[in-house]
């Protein structure tokens, strides 16, 4: 069993900058291969990063490629997402989730465990 808490969100311009963390309980997170996820108002939930086990592999949406950076700390069991030059279009709630296994994926039916999320609202 993992729970996972995310923090970090809010509300800031357009070209700013968020880092969002999601905290793991449970002695499996240096075992899972993690995820960020986002949803709009309106819209399904999309898939934004995913990085494996160890931390060598990530692999980013489009959307967010070159913007947003996805990292974890094992021994901190925590993830992080770092995102930079905000656009309006990247308002959303921001979920984190886990999944067995060594490598992420953007399916997000893949993913076991699941964070609450955290708002990210970006003003133009």
């Known amino acids: 069993q993992v729970q996972l808490v995310e923090s970090g969100g809010g509300l800031v311009q357009a070209g700013g900058s968020l880092r969002l963390s999601c905290a793991a309980s449970g002695q499996t997170f240096g075992s899972a291969a993690m995820g960020w996820f986002r949803q709009a108002p309106g819209k399904s939930r999309e898939f934004v990063a995913a990085?494996?086990?160890?931390?060598?592999?990530?692999n980013y949406a489009d959307s967010v490629q070159g913007r947003f950076t996805i990292s974890r700390d094992n021994a901190k069991n925590t993830v992080y997402l770092e995102m930079n030059s905000l656009k309006p279009e990247d308002t959303a709630v921001y979920y984190c989730?886990?999944?067995?296994?060594?490598?992420?994926?953007?399916?997000?039916?893949?993913?076991?465990?699941w964070g609450k999320g955290t708002q990210v609202t970006v003003s133009s």
């Open positions: 989730a886990a999944k067995a296994g060594r490598v992420g994926t953007g399916r997000s039916s893949a993913y076991d465990y």
């Open positions: 990085i494996n086990r160890s931390g060598d592999t990530t």
